[in-house]
């Protein structure tokens, strides 16, 4: 009784069609999460399998052809002019198993930004990929720390094993040294290579044969039960020695699937296949459904938010320029963390505290941007932004809930900005101060120059802002080297250390950003280290929260 009660008092608040009931049940069948990998590692090819179980086949081209025009030019304004694709792939929904799926696309090759890292702030899990031939690779490293910010479960999928690969056991050893996550083997590789045979799930105690070259999308590879059945040992007589021996030893050294551990994001389950060949990728889709987790609790400043709650919640984690640069129109991405949205409703950006009625809110379905008529926690909606809408912004139906684990990442990459004509400073710092709330570049102004400093993660959102800059606000600026190596934002509990910390010679290396937070801009990573030795109370932050 004292459900339905609550049920009704809820549904009073909101004068709508959708009941908590279902609000419950949409929430339960969704699974929003991201791929991390390293350049190479087998993304693209990954997603296009991914999105091919959904009966979306044509999508695959789509995925591919954005890509290779990517690779084609390095040119931002080629890149720009194929937004229409990018903006759409960036998100894909899918249906699967009666499951709702959100995939979000983390850019890497040469337009690898802070966006990819954020994007990972609106996922509830993501799905990393290894070169089995690689190993563990630096991108995966950054991106991996990424996700240990908020705990988010891993599933790996070691890829590429129709190729000559390195020895299986080396790399979960490398994947639990170099990474520090536990690592499960859910299914294991019976050879690799030319003699790859196909790979034994050890849950279910069943072999898949490997077939090579499908480009179907529903493939299905032979499964024999057992890992004693007669036939294995009549077809793979010495692999089937083999594997037995590597099962054994396998199990002996690595932990068993404890799916608390995984939600707990100290446990991956790892699977192995290739992606090329469709292989193993169902089970992979199989493993998000079944032991992933739907959209969960988010943090706000004043409470947290539960997904199931009926009233309309999410924040804004990327801002994407759009295919007319001329009309400044900007997409901003914001994920459901609550409710349920539905098209023509009122919202309230609460920074701003102005309500806005948002009525061309487009929805990211397969492989194109249509009007979105509803969405739910874990969805992802994008509102069109004439500027006003920063990264970290939330929204809400009226209560003010400002969501909060959205970062800035200290940048690894620095520019000064200067102009060739000394009469658009004015523009020039206007454009950048925008360019830095929508998060294309981190935009730091050193105390003791004049010289903007502008700090990013990847080389190619300079020349985004270099090309926007000129495009939507007419400031030819040339951007230069400079001496500094890296940013850390800097804080000090005690205000007296602090002014010492300014005054001091070290003071000279500070900025502020364009928030307004102190950062201490380092020339290496030697000058760092001395300093922070030299101030052990100052604290040095590599990322910093949203303001
Ligand atoms: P991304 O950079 O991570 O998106 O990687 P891609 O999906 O573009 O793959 C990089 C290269 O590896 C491409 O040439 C793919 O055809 C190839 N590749 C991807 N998966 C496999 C696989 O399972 N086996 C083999 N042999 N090659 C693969």
Redesign the pocket.
């Given at each position: 009784i004292a459900a339905e009660t609550l049920d009704q008092s809820e549904a009073q608040l909101v004068p709508k069609s959708v009941s908590s009931d279902l609000i419950k049940r949409e929430v339960a069948r969704r699974r929003t999460f991201g791929i991390i990998?390293h350049?190479?590692?087998?993304?693209?090819?990954l997603t296009e399998k991914l999105l091919m179980f959904s009966g979306a086949i044509q999508l695959a081209g789509t995925v591919k052809a954005r890509?290779s025009g990517r690779h084609a030019t390095s040119d931002w304004m080629e890149i720009e002019k194929q937004r229409g694709i990018s903006v759409a792939s960036s998100v894909m929904q899918f249906e699967y198993r009666d499951h709702v799926v959100n995939l979000l696309d983390t850019p890497?090759?040469q337009d690898f930004s802070e966006d990819t890292y954020r994007v990972l702030t609106a996922v509830d899990s993501a799905l990393m990929?290894i070169d089995a031939a690689k190993g563990v690779e630096e991108q995966t490293i950054k991106l991996l720390n990424v996700c240990r910010m908020r705990n988010t479960p891993i599933i790996t999928f070691v890829?590429?094993m129709?190729?000559e690969t390195r020895d299986p056991l080396e790399l979960l050893d490398e994947l639990e040294s170099v990474l520090k996550i536990q690592c499960a083997p859910v299914t294991w590789p019976i050879g690799m290579g030319k003699t790859f045979r196909g790979v034994y799930h050890i849950l279910k105690d069943e072999i898949m044969l490997f077939a090579a070259g499908s480009e179907r999308a529903d493939q299905q590879f032979e499964v024999l039960k057992g890992i004693n059945n007669p036939r294995l040992a009549e077809l793979f007589p010495l692999e089937i020695e083999q594997l037995k021996m590597e099962i054994e030893l396998v199990q002996g050294a690595s932990h068993p699937f404890d799916l608390n551990a995984f939600l707990a994001g100290t446990q991956t389950p790892v699977f192995f296949g290739?992606?090329?060949?469709n292989f193993g990728v169902r089970e992979i889709l199989n493993a998000l459904l079944d032991w992933a987790p739907a959209p969960c609790e988010r943090d706000a400043t004043v409470r947290s938010v539960l997904p199931t709650e009926v009233p309309f919640s999410g924040f804004v984690f990327k801002i994407q320029a759009n295919m007319d640069p001329a009309h400044r129109d900007r997409i901003a991405f914001l994920r459901v963390c609550s409710g349920h949205f539905e098209r023509g409703m009122k919202l309230k950006h609460l920074r701003l505290n102005r309500e806005i009625k948002v009525s061309s809110v487009v929805a990211f379905m397969a492989s194109s941007r249509e009007q979105v008529e509803e969405a739910y926690a874990g969805d992802i909606i994008g509102l069109p932004n004439h500027g006003n809408m920063q990264i970290g912004d939330s929204f809400s139906e009226g209560e003010f809930l400002q969501f909060t684990g959205i970062p800035y990442f200290a940048p690894d990459f620095f520019r000064t900005a200067r102009i060739l004509n000394p009469m658009k400073t004015k523009q020039l710092q206007k454009g950048l101060q925008q360019l830095g709330e929508e998060g294309a570049v981190q935009v730091f102004k050193p105390v003791n120059s004049g010289d903007l400093v502008l700090g990013a993660v990847g080389v190619l959102q300079f020349e985004v802002v270099a090309s926007r800059l000129k495009n939507e606000y007419g400031v030819d600026a040339v951007f230069e080297g400079t001496s500094i190596s890296s940013a850390r934002w800097v804080t000090c509990e005690d205000k007296k250390i602090m002014a010492d910390f300014e005054r001091s010679s070290a003071g000279h290396n500070l900025a502020h950003d364009a928030a307004g937070n102190l950062a201490y801009l380092a020339s290496s990573g030697v000058n760092l280290r001395l300093t922070q030795e030299r101030w052990p109370d100052v604290v040095f932050h590599a990322t910093r929260e949203h303001a």
């Open positions: 990998s350049p190479d590692a087998g993304k693209t090819t890509k890497g090759h990929v890829n590429k129709d190729r290739s992606a090329i060949n």
